[in-house]
C-alpha cells in the first residue's frame, strides 16, 4: 500500500457532529482526511454516545455561543490559519447562523488570494421525506448558499418538498424556506434545480446524492455539476448498484471523500490559485475535476461498504440463534442489526487511497 499522502499539509476545518462508538460525523470524516493528508481541526457540534439510527442516545449539544467561543479562541491565537472548511451536522438554525459567520470570516481573510480557501458544505437536514432537524433550519442553510463554494446535499435536501410530504408541510416549507424550490422526480427537474442554484445562489459547484429516479431503481446515483461563468450547469451522473442495508455516516464519509479528491484532482489542473477552483468554461462536463473526484469518490464507498455488508452479514448470521431467541424484543434485534451494520473504516484505509475506478461519470444533457 502507498504511503504517500494525497493533499498533505492541507489545513480544514471540520464542524459536524461527533460520537463516542461507531464512524459518523467528525468521527467519520476526521479518520478519512487524516489518513489521506490533511490537518484537521475539528469542532464538535454534537457530542454524543452513538448514532440516531440507533433510536437511543445519550449527549449533548453544542448551542451557538460554544461554537463562537471556541472559534473565538482559535482566532485569538492565530490558529485559523486554514486552507478548507467542512461542514456537516449542525443543531439549530442559531447554531448554522453561528457556523455562517465563521465561514465568511474565513472567505473574507482569503479576499486578496483567490483560491486560497475553500468551503464545502453538507447541509445536513434530512432523508427519505423526513426532516432530521426543526424547520427554521431550512432558510438557516439557505443564507449560507451564497458564501460556499461547493454544497453536497441529497435529494429530500436539495428539494425538500418532495410529492410525498403532505400538503400542510408542503404549504408551511414556503418557498423562502426550501433551497432549490424544485420538486425533484426525474432528470428535467433534477437539471431545474440545480440551474436555480447555480443561478439564484451564484453556487460554483454541486453534488447531488442518493438520487433515486424511477428510470434506474435498482441504482443509485450521484448529480454533479460545476457553474459556467454565465451560471449554467455542466452536469454529470454517476449511477452505483444499490446495496440492500441501511448505514449510516455515509454522507459524511461522502463529504469528507470529496473534499480531499477535489482539491487533488484541482491542484493537477493548476486551479487551487482560482476562486472557487472553476474551471474554464470549455470543459466539459465529464472532464471536470469535480467529476474526477467523484469518479473515485464512488468507488472507493463502494468498495468499503461492500465489504462492510459482507462482514454484518457473516456476524448476523452467527448470531441467527440469538436473534432467534430474542424475537419477541425487536428493540435488541435493532440494536444487533445495527451495530452489526457499523461502517468498517479503519481496516480499508487502502480502498479510499488507491481505489480502483469503477465507475466513470456520464453526461446530462
Avoid at 462492510?308 to 432467534?324: F, H, I, N, R
Avoid at 440494536?335 to 457499523?342: G, M, P, V
Wanted: glycine share 6%.
Amino acid at each position: 500500500m502507498s504511503t504517500d499522502l494525497l493533499v498533505p499539509g492541507t489545513k480544514v476545518f471540520a464542524v459536524a457532529s461527533h460520537v463516542v462508538y461507531g464512524y459518523v460525523g467528525n468521527k467519520m470524516a476526521t479518520l478519512i482526511m487524516q489518513s489521506l493528508g490533511c490537518e484537521v481541526s475539528a469542532l464538535n457540534t454534537v457530542q454524543f454516545s452513538n448514532h440516531t439510527a440507533y433510536k437511543q442516545f445519550k449527549g449533548t449539544k453544542a448551542s451557538a455561543e460554544e461554537i463562537t467561543e471556541i472559534y473565538q479562541g482559535l482566532k485569538q491565537s492565530y490558529l485559523d490559519d486554514f486552507d478548507m472548511m467542512l461542514s456537516g451536522y449542525i443543531p439549530g438554525a442559531a447554531a448554522v447562523k453561528a457556523v455562517g459567520v465563521i465561514g465568511r470570516d474565513l472567505k473574507f481573510k482569503a479576499t486578496m488570494k483567490p483560491g486560497s480557501f475553500f468551503w464545502v458544505l453538507d447541509p445536513v437536514m434530512g432523508d427519505e421525506g423526513r426532516l432530521y432537524v426543526d424547520e427554521d433550519v431550512v432558510p438557516a442553510y439557505k443564507l449560507l448558499l451564497q458564501d460556499a463554494d461547493l454544497i453536497v446535499p441529497n435529494q429530500f435536501e436539495a428539494e425538500l418538498v418532495p410529492p410525498s410530504l403532505t400538503t400542510s408541510y408542503s404549504t408551511h416549507l414556503t418557498e423562502d424556506r426550501v433551497l432549490s424550490s424544485t420538486s425533484i422526480t426525474d432528470l428535467p427537474s433534477l437539471k431545474a434545480a440545480i440551474t436555480h442554484l447555480h443561478t439564484a445562489h451564484r453556487l460554483p459547484h454541486m453534488i447531488i446524492t442518493s438520487v433515486r429516479l424511477p428510470s434506474s431503481s435498482s441504482h443509485i446515483s450521484v448529480i454533479g455539476s460545476s457553474a459556467r461563468a454565465g451560471g449554467t450547469p455542466r452536469l454529470f451522473q454517476i449511477a452505483v448498484p444499490a446495496l440492500d442495508a441501511f448505514f449510516s455516516g455515509t454522507g459524511d464519509m461522502f463529504a469528507s471523500l470529496v473534499l480531499v479528491r477535489f482539491r487533488e484532482a484541482c491542484a493537477r489542473a493548476g486551479l487551487l490559485g482560482v476562486k472557487s477552483w472553476v474551471s474554464p468554461d470549455e470543459v466539459e462536463a465529464t472532464d471536470l475535476p469535480l467529476a474526477q473526484a467523484v469518479e473515485r469518490v464512488l468507488s472507493s464507498m463502494q468498495s468499503v461498504l461492500e465489504r462492510t455488508k459482507a462482514e454484518a452479514d457473516t456476524v448476523l448470521a452467527q448470531m441467527k440463534p440469538v436473534l432467534e431467541r430474542e424475537e419477541g424484543s425487536q428493540k435488541r434485534i435493532h440494536l444487533r442489526k445495527t451495530k452489526a451494520l457499523e461502517v468498517r473504516v479503519v481496516g480499508n484505509i487502502e480502498l479510499l487511497r488507491e481505489p480502483e475506478v469503477r465507475f466513470r461519470a456520464e453526461p446530462v444533457e
